[in-house]
């Protein structure tokens, strides 16, 4: 904070995945007693990676008005300079530093996979090509005859930012965008997961302002509990905009409170993503896609939820899914095959598959919990990748894994009734917008036709891709945002530097008369013989 790091009266520990797969109860009361101070670190040698103070209300507080402080100073610093310049040098560290960041990601429990992508999202936010398109977006200029006209973006201030748990790394690296235009970001580190939040803001990003010259306000990084710390943000009257990342219901309720208080809400709530796929695609490649609903046992926001599938596509698809799921299995995050994590309640997973099969859903694999060999046990901490067959779109949506987001790795695929491919085309678009989440949607299909009405008519979530991974990060396209429950009514694609910022129209003339500017239209007609 202001550049300094600082130290508390409390520490939050963060302990090694393996020790908690070895024993999670355990490793969860030895964290909550080191916490404590019952027990020493030093007596657990080789089971704490690290620690993060924890920051007081009074340095929460400190942390905002540092960064207030630095907005005027840094907002004025050249756009080339903190866009550019800013974006090159961070993109360059992070490539240097790649493989600490996975590792550290590994080591606070993410599958070697999941850490290795979470990267490559990292890598593409700053890429040069991405870049260029901020520009475009941040300033545009014109000449009209003695005036220089200019349309631009300008920085809200200060942004605080509210990770998510189970990405918490990365989130925080991506709102780093917000500081290239002009704004002060406060970071707050989860307990649950702080030391890669830390790192990443500390080791790479703040050496790069340092070099800059930024004001050391720019950047700030507080560890502490999420209700305290949204409560201090929202009573602060210097905080501009909150980035909140969580379940859509409270999201939605938390937009509310921002309004209220004045601060612009920024909301990364749940997905319900639908992935279509119509007869003439790829379904190999489509279930390759499909499995993605499986990474991270399915608790990452923008993984496939749900698939709608045209009927003479069915029978292949789900022969290659079950191919493709046969590779999915747990294990210790270190393990480059691993792609499930840990599951510690389950219990809304077993409630989830019940309403389904319920209401006429079929099982085809998985449903239940294994212990980390793959071993079906009914107190395992993971659980089977697990398919339901819904037969018919009349009444899917009616079942809860269809409905809502469940954040287990549990995937309906909902196959058609038999109609003209004109109706069940016009039925999948309808289906999809009746989506209440709005991520990310996608479609396999081949026939240019099919592709160009699907992506005409789409019109909900922040990203749409045909052909392609559901999750894969790409230039330009944005990682998050969404509308719906996932964005709340304000909710859009998210740049994170263009959701901090509004846009400001400037003129600048070298001469012109007020009164002849008043009617410069009208009389432009009358030169023309009006």
Known sequence: MGGKLL????????????????????????????ERGKVSPDDVAGVVIGRVAKADPETVELAVKVAAEAVPAWSAVPLHVRLDTFAERLHARLADHAQDVVDILVAEGNPLPLAQWQVSGM???????????YRTQMLREFERRERRLQVRRQADGVVCLNPPQNAPLASAFMGVAAIMAGNALVVRAPRSGPLGVMYVLQDIVAPVLDELGAPPGVLGAVCGDPAPMLNAWLDNPL?????????????????????GAGKKPILELAGNDVVTVWKDADTELAAEALIEG??????????????????????????????????????????PGVLLTPVLRNEKFFTCLDDALAKGARLLHGGHAMQMDGT?????????????????????REIDAVAHETFFPLL????????????LLEQFIAFVE???????????????????????????????????????????????GGTGLTGGVFGEANYFMLRTSHIQGVSVSTGSRPRDAVFGAWKALDTRGR
């Not at 909140?244 to 921002?258: D, L, P, T």
């Not at 089977?384 to 018919?392: C, F, K, M, Q």
């Not at 592709?451 to 991974?469: H, P, Q, Y």
């Open 123 to 133: 890598l593409e936010v700053f890429d040069p090509e991405s870049v260029a398109f």
């Open 294 to 335: 499986f990474y991270g046992s399915g608790q990452l926001c923008m993984v496939p939820n749900q698939v709608l599938v045209h009927p003479e596509a069915a029978p292949g698809l789900l022969e290659h899914l079950a191919r493709e799921i046969a590779t999915v299995r747990p294990g210790r995050p270190s393990d």
């Open 434 to 480: 009746s989506n209440e989440y709005g991520l990310r949607n996608s479609l396999w299909a081949e026939d240019p036709a099919v592709v160009r009405r699907f992506t005409a008519r789409i019109r909900g979530g922040g990203l749409l891709k045909v052909n392609d991974s559901h999750i894969g990060f790409l230039a330009c396209l944005p990682t998050h």
């Open 376 to 396: 079906r046990h009914p107190h395992g901490i993971f659980l089977e990748p697990t398919v339901l067959l819904v037969e018919g779109l009349a009444g899917a």
């Open 7 to 34: 130290e508390s009266g409390e520490w939050v520990y963060s302990l090694s995945a393996d020790a908690l797969l070895d024993d999670v109860f355990a490793s969860l009361r030895l964290k909550r007693n080191l």
């Open 239 to 259: 905080v501009d905009d909150i980035v909140y990342f969580g379940s859509s219901e409270n999201g939605v309720a938390f937009e509310q409170r921002c309004v």
């Open 412 to 423: 309906p695929v909902i196959v058609a009734e038999p109609a003209s491919d004109d109706d």
